[in-house]
């Protein structure tokens, strides 16, 4: 028996010794440069940051079954190891004493290849081309607390240009080396008139993605199947598709002389698109590309920033060290794109190891369809805009949930749960998400009529009163108010984001205890059908010599069906081929609820800040299209403010309901405790830091009652 144990172990030993499978990893790093971040700026005890940018190399085993999720790899071309390669852009802060730093790598999903980590967490961090640059720490609240950042690209469709984060992958191939090819269907919306698109144009993708190409720019002559693009328009998402007649547009760019250049990846309507219209083109394309080697370039360079020494070249790690954990944060987009990392089970790596181990999705309600052929990840999911796109197949809850309308049983975590890699979750939302992105679903069962509690290891954040992302200030004093009836919502996610990042280090670093978590719900009445919405009258005023339209409720949500997209449509996975469009709507509806408010139209339940505690308006999750604009629909990822009156005899006079400013707050001094008092509250739930909210109790009682948000 002996021998035979000392036999057995040997022919382990040998069995490790031996050449192992090739692995899916991160191959090489190529650093371009190393350099003083933000012109060397220091930040508190933790000091300067460095900045390092370059390129990650990776590969992927189209033949390992955790990478069966990836659609069409096995149709990507392969280097002499059967790999299939990519390379993703990667930007790095680290501090440059990395002793100071806080033991958190924390990696950023970018929103359409924007740098999008310091906005949600630091004061005054400028446009978006000074986010992309890193040109601004703002305040440098990351900075201070010591997290090394991540940056990389993941959208392998996102076009390079103002420093957006890229990523190469390959396009997929039959296997006799023909084009692939099947249906695309393109929705184009203009803020101003123009004659040309690109083809993948949109609300949310502009210019600045790269476009599926038709297989034909000849859109007059069908193909040898018969199919023939078609293009439509209709003034909102319910209306009647209006068909353009093939003769009046082509697919190409218009020129000055009144031609069509021909071109396929863009589209000319000579007579020019116009705002407020949905214009819905269906085309033949070619060539995809292999987009979901996205969740593998997540998934490996979390690996190997964390884990690895070196490279296969020898060259180190620039961010290694032992003990770190490795957190991954994703804004809107973004959020979905964590979401899908997860039910597709890519927390795992090919050798069974952790990727990431916590998640912060904010605002990130639904799923990514970004591992599907001819994928639009920067689509999304509006109740007038994008509508139709596949960003809300169940599940939708982190926990395993039955679903009635599809027969399926899932949940988000299904996969990772199974193998032990789920991390710890903070699932960060704004009353926008209830409204419009149908986030009570994650709340609920899908009939909306049972509340239904989240994992053990999930904690979900509703941020009372806010939009999608706060409007800059200031806010327009004059209608038209951008594309919207009312003022957009500024109320802000910095306070609470800070807060619950900083609980989120603590737990996954430290073991602490999360904060309770805070959502409404059916069982308090805090989350209701819109019907049973409580919503006051609020009438049009002038405060503040801003003439704005009456604010009215209409009882709205986004609604919900199961779609058909072809039977090459996988909706338990997001994945596949879809041979559909536009998608048929299959029987039943999920049951979508929103906040219910008090006598001020804010919403009870969920984190209330200091802003929405100690209110100086009305503040909503949703806002409407103006005229000309989708009218009354909602206004996308947009939410209201009304200011109360400044005086009783204002209110009055206008016929407002909503108590004043000089009733609400007597004295500045009233004001002032009134904020302190919020500010203490917010504190002890753990959703306010002390260092905030000091800050925000001394601007009271240096600067008096807020007249403007």
Same mark, same amino acid.
């Given at each position: 028996?002996?021998?035979?144990?000392?036999?057995?172990?040997?022919?382990?030993?040998?069995?490790?010794?031996?050449?192992?499978?090739?692995?899916?990893?991160?191959?090489?790093?190529?650093?371009?440069?190393?350099?003083?971040?933000?012109?060397?700026?220091?930040?508190?005890?933790?000091?300067?940051?460095?900045?390092?940018?370059?390129?990650?190399?990776?590969?992927?085993?189209?033949?390992?079954?955790?990478?069966?999720?990836?659609?069409?790899?096995?149709?990507?071309?392969?280097?002499?190891?059967?790999?299939?390669?990519?390379?993703?852009?990667?930007?790095?802060?680290?501090?440059?004493?990395?002793?100071?730093?806080?033991?958190?790598?924390?990696?950023?999903?970018?929103?359409?290849?924007?740098?999008?980590?310091?906005?949600?967490?630091?004061?005054?961090?400028?446009?978006?081309?000074?986010?992309?640059?890193?040109?601004?720490?703002?305040?440098?609240?990351?900075?201070?607390?010591?997290?090394?950042?991540?940056?990389?690209?993941?959208?392998?469709?996102?076009?390079?240009?103002?420093?957006?984060?890229?990523?190469?992958?390959?396009?997929?191939?039959?296997?006799?080396?023909?084009?692939?090819?099947?249906?695309?269907?393109?929705?184009?919306?203009?803020?101003?008139?123009?004659?040309?698109?690109?083809?993948?144009?949109?609300?949310?993708?502009?210019?600045?993605?790269?476009?599926?190409?038709?297989?034909?720019?000849?859109?007059?002559?069908?193909?040898?199947?018969?199919?023939?693009?078609?293009?439509?328009?209709?003034?909102?998402?319910?209306?009647?598709?209006?068909?353009?007649?093939?003769?009046?547009?082509?697919?190409?760019?218009?020129?000055?002389?009144?031609?069509?250049?021909?071109?396929?990846?863009?589209?000319?309507?000579?007579?020019?698109?116009?705002?407020?219209?949905?214009?819905?083109?269906?085309?033949?394309?070619?060539?995809?590309?292999?987009?979901?080697?996205?969740?593998?370039?997540?998934?490996?360079?979390?690996?190997?920033?964390?884990?690895?020494?070196?490279?296969?070249?020898?060259?180190?790690?620039?961010?290694?060290?032992?003990?770190?954990?490795?957190?991954?944060?994703?804004?809107?987009?973004?959020?979905?794109?964590?979401?899908?990392?997860?039910?597709?089970?890519?927390?795992?790596?090919?050798?069974?190891?952790?990727?990431?181990?916590?998640?912060?999705?904010?605002?990130?309600?639904?799923?990514? #369809? &970004?591992? %599907?052929?001819? =994928?639009? !990840?920067?689509?999304?999911?509006? $109740? /007038?805009?994008?509508?139709?796109?596949?960003?809300?197949?169940?599940?939708?809850?982190?926990?395993?949930?039955?679903?009635?309308?599809?027969?399926?049983?899932?949940?988000?975590?299904?996969?990772?749960?199974?193998?032990?890699?789920?991390?710890?979750?903070?699932?960060?939302?704004?009353?926008?998400?209830?409204?419009?992105?149908?986030?009570?679903?994650?709340?609920?069962?899908?009939?909306?009529?049972?509340?239904?509690?989240?994992?053990?290891?999930?904690?979900?954040?509703?941020?009372?009163?806010?939009?999608?992302?706060?409007? #800059? &200030?200031? %806010?327009?004093? =004059?209608? !038209?108010?951008?594309?919207?009836? $009312? /003022?957009?919502?500024?109320?802000?996610?910095?306070?609470?984001?800070?807060?619950?990042?900083?609980?989120?280090?603590?737990?996954?670093?430290?073991?602490?205890?999360?904060?309770?978590?805070?959502?409404?719900?059916?069982?308090?009445?805090?989350?209701?059908?819109?019907?049973?919405?409580?919503?006051?009258?609020?009438?049009?005023?002038?405060?503040?010599?801003?003439?704005?339209?009456?604010?009215?409720?209409?009882?709205?949500?986004?609604?919900?069906?199961?779609?058909?997209?072809?039977?090459?449509?996988?909706?338990?996975?997001?994945?596949?081929?879809?041979?559909?469009?536009? !998608?048929?709507?299959?029987?039943?509806?999920?049951?979508?609820?929103?906040?219910?408010?008090?006598?001020?139209?804010?919403?009870?339940?969920?984190?209330?800040?200091?802003?929405?505690?100690?209110?100086?308006?009305?503040?909503?999750?949703?806002?409407?299209?103006?005229?000309?604009?989708?009218?009354?629909?909602?206004?996308?990822?947009?939410?209201?403010?009304?200011?109360?009156?400044?005086?009783?005899?204002?209110?009055?006079?206008?016929?407002?309901?909503?108590?004043?400013?000089?009733?609400?707050?007597?004295?500045?001094?009233?004001?002032?405790?009134?904020?302190?008092?919020?500010?203490?509250?917010?504190?002890?739930?753990?959703?306010?830091?002390?260092?905030?909210?000091?800050?925000?109790?001394?601007?009271?009682?240096?600067?008096?009652?807020?007249?403007?948000?």
């Amino acid at each position: 028996m002996i021998r035979r144990s000392i036999a057995a172990a040997m022919l382990v030993a040998c069995a490790l010794s031996a050449p192992q499978p090739a692995k899916a990893k991160i191959t090489r790093i190529e650093i371009a440069r190393t350099e003083p971040a933000f012109g060397g700026q220091s930040f508190s005890a933790v000091g300067p940051y460095e900045r390092i940018t370059g390129k990650a190399f990776g590969e992927v085993d189209p033949k390992n079954p955790a990478n069966a999720r990836i659609q069409d790899l096995a149709l990507a071309p392969r280097n002499a190891r059967g790999m299939v390669e990519y390379t993703t852009d990667i930007d790095i802060l680290r501090p440059k004493d990395e002793s100071k730093g806080n033991g958190i790598l924390l990696f950023n999903i970018p929103n359409r290849g924007n740098k999008g980590l310091l906005q949600p967490f630091n004061l005054d961090t400028g446009t978006v081309a000074e986010m992309n640059a890193l040109a601004k720490p703002g305040d440098g609240f990351l900075q201070r607390q010591g997290y090394s950042m991540v940056w990389f690209g993941w959208q392998a469709d996102v076009l390079p240009g103002n420093n957006r984060m890229t990523m190469q992958a390959p396009a997929a191939r039959n296997p006799d080396g023909s084009p692939i090819t099947g249906l695309v269907r393109a929705e184009f919306v203009v803020m101003e008139a123009a004659k040309t698109q690109n083809l993948s144009s949109g609300w949310f993708t502009g210019m600045t993605h790269d476009s599926y190409p038709t297989v034909s720019t000849d859109n007059r002559t069908p193909l040898p199947d018969g199919f023939l693009p078609t293009l439509t328009a209709r003034a909102r998402e319910n209306a009647p598709r209006m068909p353009v007649p093939n003769s009046e547009w082509g697919f190409g760019s218009c020129a000055a002389d009144g031609t069509i250049k021909p071109d396929a990846k863009a589209i000319c309507l000579p007579a020019g698109f116009q705002p407020g219209r949905l214009y819905e083109l269906i085309y033949r394309a070619k060539d995809p590309t292999v987009l979901g080697l996205g969740y593998a370039a997540a998934r490996d360079l979390a690996v190997f920033l964390r884990d690895a020494k070196a490279d296969e070249a020898g060259t180190l790690n620039p961010i290694g060290r032992r003990g770190q954990k490795a957190m991954v944060m994703g804004t809107s987009q973004s959020g979905r794109f964590i979401r899908s990392f997860l039910q597709l089970g890519f927390n795992r790596d090919e050798a069974g190891r952790k990727a990431y181990d916590a998640a912060l999705p904010h605002i990130g309600g639904g799923l990514m #369809p &970004l591992s %599907l052929r001819f =994928a639009q !990840p920067g689509r999304a999911w509006g $109740q /007038q805009i994008d509508h139709l796109y596949p960003a809300y197949d169940f599940p939708f809850n982190y926990a395993r949930v039955q679903d009635p309308l599809t027969g399926r049983r899932q949940g988000i975590l299904d996969r990772c749960r199974r193998d032990g890699t789920c991390p710890l979750i903070f699932h960060a939302a704004t009353a926008l998400e209830m409204w419009e992105a149908r986030q009570s679903l994650g709340l609920t069962d899908p009939l909306g009529l049972h509340d239904i509690p989240d994992p053990a290891n999930v904690r979900t954040y509703i941020m009372a009163s806010t939009q999608h992302s706060p409007t #800059p &200030l200031p %806010l327009p004093t =004059a209608a !038209p108010f951008g594309q919207c009836q $009312q /003022q957009a919502n500024p109320n802000p996610h910095n306070w609470t984001m800070r807060a619950l990042l900083t609980a989120l280090t603590s737990w996954v670093r430290d073991g602490i205890a999360p904060p309770t978590p805070a959502m409404p719900r059916i069982a308090d009445g805090t989350l209701v059908t819109p019907d049973l919405v409580r919503f006051p009258t609020i009438p049009a005023n002038s405060y503040g010599n801003v003439v704005r339209p009456a604010l009215r409720y209409l009882g709205a949500t986004n609604p919900l069906h199961p779609l058909d997209f072809g039977k090459g449509y996988n909706a338990a996975d997001g994945m596949g081929v879809i041979s559909v469009e536009p !998608p048929r709507t299959k029987p039943g509806s999920y049951g979508v609820l929103v906040p219910q408010v008090d006598a001020d139209g804010i919403d009870l339940a969920g984190i209330k800040n200091v802003v929405t505690a100690v209110p100086i308006g009305t503040y909503t999750g949703w806002n409407l299209f103006r005229k000309e604009r989708f009218e009354d629909g909602f206004c996308i990822f947009q939410g209201s403010f009304v200011p109360f009156a400044r005086t009783r005899q204002e209110r009055l006079d206008t016929g407002d309901p909503r108590l004043s400013i000089e009733e609400r707050y007597p004295t500045p001094q009233a004001y002032a405790e009134t904020v302190k008092t919020a500010a203490d509250a917010l504190v002890a739930k753990r959703y306010l830091l002390p260092e905030d909210a000091a800050l925000l109790t001394e601007k009271a009682r240096s600067e008096g009652i807020r007249l403007a948000p």
